[in-house]
């Protein structure tokens, strides 16, 4: 048993390590009790770099080739073990190879709403993600601050790491700035120079370098952007004034098929810009053009005419003149009444009359036409 032990020891003589995963980015050659046989070769590939360890402490680093195991190519571990320059027995040491091919999309992203100071909006309340690329270029470093001793070490492992600190110097970012929020969306790639500037001396601490970092999106939670969308409507729309006869137009075909029909228009519409007046008295007059306006001075003069021994009582300036209720109205034109008809059928096609109310007023008119 102890001769099969030697002669295993004696056929350890080449090491290399295939990547059988695409995650993966430290791995040690499984050494159990063999060791290695001088003069054997070591195959290191392209993506990758190897790392002797002697006792804890790294010796020689390989870059990709193949390369002959010797006190030449071993110069550090020769010196570490104090070998003569003829030793050529088998000799025992950790290897470890280093994936150092780039990793590509790796996602970043602010797990809760990161709290910042606007020029427009005061405080408020940012998502942002985005994507970043790195690649492993020391491996002792990046074995003595991260992967240490362990048989392998993954990117997964490694990656929450790297995203909690990214995510770490979002607020910065954007304090420092002085963007407001309206503008972030054409600073993106600013935002993401910027970001990566900050980033690189984290990652190169780490044995790595950061080949790029991309702000993708940045966004307010759902409840804000529900009123910044609220606010672009009224800004697109002209104004608040506009916004509000917008709103107006809107609400008059719901009022119409709502119980009540149009008489309580007025008071469902603008609250507290007034709409709620100027509705009622454009849809009285839409609905009785002939019967003119309560007070107004034909209505006086009629009534005058009607009853000559009425006296005229002097109206107060700044107060519309009385209209006694017992006055007839005015004579009403077939040209009038015909055109009345006509706009109150342009309302029914905008379905702000019914078909019955627009039959009712249809009739009351031709009463007053016969």
Do not use: C
Not at 263 to 276: D, K
Request: charged share 20%; glycine share 10%; hydrophobic share 40%.
């Amino acid at each position: 048993m102890a001769l099969m032990d030697f002669i295993k020891k004696q056929f350890i003589d080449i090491i290399q390590w295939t990547e059988d995963d695409g995650e993966t980015m430290a791995w040690r050659f499984p050494m159990a009790d063999f060791e290695i046989q001088y003069g054997g070769s070591l195959t290191v590939r392209e993506s990758q770099m190897a790392v002797f360890i002697n006792e804890g402490k790294v010796a020689d680093v390989f870059g990709p080739g193949m390369h002959k195991l010797t006190t030449q190519t071993l110069p550090v571990l020769t010196y570490l073990q104090n070998w003569d320059k003829l030793f050529e027995s088998p000799f025992k040491s950790d290897v470890y190879f280093f994936s150092t091919k780039a990793r590509l999309d790796r996602k970043w992203g602010t797990p809760n709403p990161v709290t910042i100071r606007d020029k427009d909006f005061g405080m408020v309340r940012l998502r942002a993600f985005g994507i970043y690329a790195y690649h492993l270029i020391d491996p002792k470093l990046f074995h003595t601050t991260i992967s240490g001793v362990v048989e392998s070490y993954s990117s997964e492992q490694l990656e929450s790491q790297l995203r909690n600190t990214i995510v770490g110097h979002i607020s910065d970012i954007f304090g420092e700035s002085g963007v407001p929020f309206i503008d972030m969306a054409s600073n993106q790639v600013e935002f993401g120079n910027a970001l990566k500037a900050k980033m690189d001396p984290m990652f190169a601490g780490y044995g790595l370098a950061l080949d790029s970092l991309n702000v993708q999106n940045i966004s307010l939670p759902e409840e804000l952007q529900a009123m910044l969308d609220k606010r672009i409507g009224v800004n697109m729309m002209g104004g608040m004034g506009e916004y509000t006869r917008f709103q107006t137009a809107e609400a008059i075909p719901l009022a119409a098929q709502n119980e009540g029909g149009l008489a309580g228009l007025g008071a469902g519409i603008g609250v507290g810009f007034g709409v709620g007046q100027q509705v009622a008295a454009s849809m009285a007059q839409s609905l009785n053009p002939m019967g003119g306006a309560p007070g107004a001075p034909g209505a006086v003069a009629g009534a005058q005419s009607a009853n000559p021994g009425m006296q005229s009582t002097p109206v107060p300036q700044g107060f519309p003149p009385v209209t006694p209720t017992s006055a007839p109205a005015a004579p009403v034109s077939a040209d009038e009444v015909i055109a009345t008809i006509e706009k109150l059928h342009g309302l029914v096609g905008k379905g702000i009359l019914s078909q019955a109310e627009f039959e009712a007023k249809k009739a009351e008119l031709m009463k007053k036409l016969a």
